[in-house]
């Protein structure tokens, strides 16, 4: 049997009232060369006869007896995995038709590029387009400075080299966030890259885990973080790295903001990108402009405490502020700007 070009790995757990519409995506790709890797995590409802009823011979499902979690069952789909590249899918969202051909052609082209994922738009529980959007960095430097902060990358948009990624399991540790663990360790040795353009679309639903697990992610996050700002040369207490970790916040739900948190990362960013400069831990140019979006954010999500009036003057009033009118952050814009403004999808 010959090797597939793509692998498209599909951790499933008890969702047959949409995994059905994650499979037809894929199955509608305009790019034809792939298998579909159906992996069950030990289901308890019908999702299972789902996948089964495609009746499709690109389809392969690999089953758990149990539910082990999912950084084993996407340990799973990498073993059972024979294509060159390897794409995720997780199976509330949905691929876009040109996801994989356009994929595809950008590593083909890039062959430093390790991985890629790219933009995401929203969709309702029913699968209906809602407004937003995910806007990722680009250009390696500042995905290994967004890596401090946030996730870089929709985990259904990625694709990446099967000799790659299979080097690179996730770790059962890693419950939560076992995305967010897997990129920090791929951004040290490897070029990864997004693409500005909309390849996948998010289902936002209660059941997702992180409107579920708050406090776990909270607790990996801070894991995640504490090692790199320590090397970058910083200094905290744990109520700084909790701080840090809603640095990366576009909103907060259920979380007091502290009265002082805009003071404090005003602070805390200047000294972050001071301290990166001298010891190099990220691309300042990255760093540059991690540190004025995720300030921009901050005065974002403080505003509805302090009144927006407020939070715009804080947000003028520091230096940070100019960050997003420097170079590197204008290269960046600059590509996103087709996506926010709607001109490319």
Not at 11 to 40: C, K, T, W
Not at 219 to 247: N, S
Request: aromatic residues 8%; contains cysteine; glycine residues 8%.
């Amino acid at each position: 049997m010959s090797r597939p070009a793509v692998s498209v790995v599909i951790p499933v757990y008890n969702r047959a009232h949409m995994v059905g519409d994650a499979i037809r995506s894929i199955l509608a790709q305009r790019f034809g060369d792939f298998e579909l890797v159906a992996v069950d995590d030990g289901s308890t409802d019908h999702s299972v006869a789902v996948i089964e009823a495609f009746g499709d011979s690109r389809i392969r499902l690999v089953r758990h007896a149990r539910n082990l979690g999912i950084p084993t069952a996407r340990n799973t789909g990498l073993d059972a995995a024979r294509g060159q590249l390897i794409a995720w899918l997780d199976s509330d969202d949905l691929a876009r038709p040109e996801r994989l051909g356009t994929q595809v052609g950008f590593l083909q082209r890039n062959p430093r590029v390790a991985m890629v994922g790219s933009c995401a738009g929203k969709i309702d529980p029913g699968g209906r387009h809602t407004s937003g959007l995910r806007m990722p960095p680009l250009d390696a430097p500042d995905i290994a400075a967004w890596l401090l902060f946030r996730s870089a990358f929709q985990q259904s948009s990625i694709m990446g080299r099967a000799e790659v990624l299979k080097a690179f399991p996730y770790q059962a540790s890693y419950d939560v966030c076992e995305d967010l663990d897997l990129f920090v360790r791929l951004a040290r040795s490897h070029e990864l890259a997004n693409l500005p353009r909309v390849l996948i679309d998010r289902r936002v639903h209660p059941g997702q885990t992180v409107f579920q697990r708050q406090d776990r992610i909270r607790e990996c996050k801070t894991g995640l973080y504490a090692e790199p700002l320590a090397q970058i040369g910083m200094t905290y207490d744990a109520e700084d790295l909790h701080r840090h970790t809603l640095l990366g916040k576009t909103k907060l739900t259920g979380v007091e903001l502290p009265a002082d948190f805009l003071g404090w990362a005003d602070c805390w960013l200047r000294e972050l990108r001071d301290r990166n400069a001298q010891s190099r831990y990220v691309p300042q140019d990255g760093m540059t402009l991690a540190t004025g979006w995720f300030w921009l954010l901050a005065c974002r999500v403080a505003a509805p405490t302090i009144g927006r009036a407020a939070a715009v003057r804080a947000y003028l009033r520091s230096p940070l502020a100019a960050s997003l009118a420097a170079a590197p952050s204008r290269r960046w814009l600059v590509k996103s700007a087709p996506v926010l403004l709607g001109l490319r999808r």
